[in-house]
């Protein structure tokens, strides 16, 4: 079974290669009678585009999405939602030279020893380019989810920190720097960075954080597809992702458990916890709280300076980046984060409404 | 949907409850002629099973397993393995009043948000227990992946960090401490940490590794079921979990790249990586080096420390342990790691067998 | 990947073999809240097992269940349910002569070739027994659909067929003969013809009719998983099916268009069809009105007669019955056919449930 | 849950609307390195296609296929292979007037109970147009099975039945008429038949019977993902079909045991059976014999004659073909037939592969 599809009831497919004619999604199960334009879609693939910025790769795709099917007069009908999305700008030239040998830390070689062949072309399959598709899924589980909010923003850089309120940052925080930090301190010392690595022909690594609000209590399905659980995998399926952790995360580790334990108390007459190490999930299951998680991403693999490596015939070889990459993904890897976990949120809420009882 | 299966051809389904008649699981997807008994699937579970040293809980299982179906003559059939552990030891006055509370960090509220009832006798569907039913599958799962060698251990308790030589620990290493803990002056320190907190009342968190030896390349299947994403949610569901990491993991956000990256370089004319910070992983694929990752369990939130709640009519309630809980689920949740990393394994073994192209 | 579940939201696996230590059946799915008790179950079981009436094998299996989870306090908890049934009288003696040879239009050959071994005891995992732990899961999937009634019966043995009102035939008219044919007329004289058959050792095949009462439109989900579809599956998958149609069925072959079409009609300010060529279902999706499809059941395989054949090795070798088989599968399969649909319609019940727009 | 895949290793998503922009399929588990051009998709599309004879709808699409991913230097790389169709020749006009009435036996009615809402352009998501995509599938689905056989042919039509050899007939000797059928006289009187009937302004029904040669033992996957069971579930899910049956089918009913069984003999070696009631299948899994079954579909139900009907709002309404359609969908199903074997067959070969085991 290949693994192109995610998702139970809100499933989607993704396919394409970097340089191939185009890349795609299909998306079913989304309900009828929702309100859909190409526009709801765009803003979204526009927030991870490549060249929005000067942190970002050069390559110029503009990412013009095409909705195919299963919208009818601006709505939803409930049939698959296919949406594309041609490749303009890639240069064969640049990589014909690099499909000769594997690249350090990049899925060349374990896609060939795989499938006994690959798209050597931008990384083919294996390149960061294909989230646009789940970008686009996202953009629609977004608007089946109405309510639920979800704020993804670079928490760090290396070894620069973020402050951040996770009660109250906003989208538009979010967006308000070009390193998609919210606490503007950080982000300006987080900017210098970035281009003084880009300069030296390196790159950095991060952590981005998610936060959900308005999440409903119930969502998630032990004992295997605890929401914890569907969100490390959607999450760790991100290219250039190495850890996912919930709440307390691997502090916990440190923690006795007096101290770890969320003490339940009565607020406006609700249920809620005094603090929150469960992260807004106990048991798999969301409890109404904020649900606050953070992915850790690998300093990008392709970088300026020469590097040894290996030719696909065994031979020493080397490698350098053309410039044409990001120094640092997780500007463009928040909107990616926001769209795979509005997609789990997705399937989650539509089982959920299945399995309601009804009495 | 309900959650309680994993695996798209080796597939488990759990069922049970804490404190019902029995809990189980069915094994779909086990190759025929493969030799197996009861023996094999038990010396697995008394890895796992209660009070099986003094840093456990002293509910007294003998967790005996008797397997049902699918096997004829000592070798599976390729029929479903049905196995069932009935079970013994439930003392339900020790719960009855815990029925009016929801216990902090526990699953009891947001079971009771979900399904309008809940059993809860002992945690009932949410409780650690039924990680029985997985380390059964585990054990006929390690028998499928023969020559493929997976070994977890506890790597971190509270602020006691062992020191492991990823390359050359083995099980019986693991086995020899009754913490499971490879390194002895490390294990000794954590012994008596969880002693103390015991006699405190209280409970500790920490972090397991998982080393998987043998692994041939090609297993994972991109995009969304990489091999270390599908890892990343077998253990998400494990009960305590609050984080994942492979490889470099966190640890990588604060690394540059010409410093992360893995150099390919050949030795005895195999193609292999001078550094592992990939964890034996690339884009989702093994490469065939050793999977290394870990895994944040958090302090048990039952403690025998009295706990200020609310009850299940909205009203302050208090809670306190009584003793039977493990002040330290570190030291079995080694064998359901190593369980769950089997399941997964063997699951994406047979994929790649099913995908293998023939020329 | 197994075939031993079916089902997406309400799902059921199945365990056992006919002569192996139990059978069973793990349903995930269940809505939370529901009455269940062994009763409700049981009383579906007692109209399959065997030794029933004189039509039926002599084996004595009173096919009792026990249910081993996923109900507290007489409701479901939303957890899965498990179910198991002992064997108990399986005379070894009979079959240990069977396990050298292929019988005849049985699985024996088939299951040899897939799997290399066979448990060959009363057919193992192929046996018409496996359809118990089915029967058991329908009897819950009948009290998720509430006010949905199933009705099958006998349609015909042999050349003689029943004549039946599909608007009004009722259940208790089912369970007025022993052949579970609803026409008393036709019932006696199917008696008679099987009583004949087996005295003169052979068997006789037949056809089943299905009527679904009060079924809401817009259940199945096209494209593929079209309501007609999954239950010209789930129907194909018991054992001894031959066929499978729907309303005019192959009869559609020989009408003309205009004849063919169902008129849509007002009645008491409902959307109806004059006709009901249709079977209930149109483009895969109920329209409201009855559901109607018949199943083909082949001749038992077994019969007392000498039936020449091959053995495992290859040679020449000889068959008969021993007589503890029943020479008209019918009357044992309209639990089945009913329990069967049950199950598919209550999949599709809660997809619906899960897909239905909120505007 | 959508519906519009099907398949579990090697699976189809299906997506489109009859005058939407495009219709489309995404393949995914298609094994690496096998050759693949649209040359190789596009053959078994014009099989299909619209106003390729006489017999069939004027609607004039030349239906071709772009591919869009999963093939590079013209093979398959193991990635999704997405294909996708321009729609191009839809007069919306036609069909405004048809979006406030239901037709009979259309899906107009379901698909707008279902959903609300519905894409009343030619039948929108419901259109037989989408077969396309899978027949685009099926092509991909035959190159993989590579030696396995599989020609299906129209057997009857009306009450015109043809006699066919079925260990003999070729795919050129269903070609060699535009009615698809292999016995030439009975293909004239169909023929005849068809055009007779469009005169009149009506259509006609019939059965497509498929051959499968050269088919492995094994195939198929007990209890439910039974060979037959998966054939029969992608049969009725093509428009218009009403009835499945497999080997002996629903003539089974008349016969007694001792005539039906397939008694086993030894022929070169191998063992094979004497007849083929079992259609190639027993137990749910392929014996080595031909697979052989029959598919019922109705007469089209749009037809030139004036219809009584309902509209939207509940008003007696009439309908009327324009005469773009086929009165005879048998010609143009033979194709759809074929390609849904396929794509059962090559996920049952696939999960064989999967299974095998090793010793």
């Known amino acids: 079974m290949a693994g192109d599809s995610i998702g139970r009831l809100f499933r ?106 690959r798209d050597a072309f931008g990384g083919g399959r294996s390149s960061a380019r294909l989230t646009a598709g789940n970008v686009a899924a996202g953009a629609i589980a977004k608007k089946v989810l109405r309510k639920i909010e979800i704020v993804a923003y670079v928490k760090k850089i290396n070894n620069i920190t973020a402050e951040v309120d996770v009660e109250k940052v906003k989208a538009k925080d979010v ?33 981005v954080e998610c936060v959900i609000r308005n999440v409903p209590p119930g969502l998630g399905e032990p004992l295997f597809d605890k929401l914890s659980a569907d969100l490390a995998k959607a999450m760790m399926s991100i290219n250039a992702t190495k850890g996912f952790e919930i709440g307390s995360g691997f502090s916990c580790a440190e923690m006795l458990g007096s101290k770890h334990n969320d003490e339940f108390v009565m607020k406006n007459k609700k249920i809620v916890t005094k603090t929150n190490n469960s992260g807004g ?42 410039g044409r990459h990001d120094p640092c993904v997780l500007p463009r890897a928040v909107p990616v984060v926001e769209a795979m976990t509005a997609i789990v949120l997705c399937d989650h809420y539509l089982r959920s409404k299945a399995m309601k009882n009804e009495d």
Chains 1, 2, 3, 4 share one sequence.
């Open 12 to 117: 989607i497919t993704n396919w394409g290669e970097s340089h191939g004619k185009a890349i795609g999604i299909v998306v079913e199960g989304c309900p009828s009678l929702i309100e859909l334009s190409e526009k709801d879609i765009q803003k979204e693939l526009d927030r991870r585009k490549p060249g929005q910025s000067r942190l970002t790769t050069a390559r110029a795709e503009d990412d013009k999405v095409e909705i195919l099917s299963g919208v009818f007069n601006g709505k939803t009908t409930g049939a698959p939602i296919s949406m594309m999305i041609r490749n303009k700008d890639y240069n064969k030239k640049d990589y014909a030279k690099l499909s000769k040998v594997f690249r350090p830390s990049h899925a060349d070689f374990t896609y060939f020893q795989k499938y006994r062949t």
């Open 175 to 207: 967006e308000s720097t070009i390193v998609r930090c919210p606490d503007s301190i950080a982000a300006a010392r987080m900017i210098k960075l970035v281009e003084e690595t880009k300069k030296s022909g390196d790159s950095v690594g991060g952590v």
């Open 281 to 322: 999930i106990q048991g798999g299951i969301t409890n109404g709280m904020l649900v606050v998680f953070r992915v850790a991403f690998k300093p990008t693999p392709t970088i300026s300076k020469r590097q040894k490596t290996v030719s696909t015939d065994g031979k020493v070889a080397f490698v350098e980046g053309t």
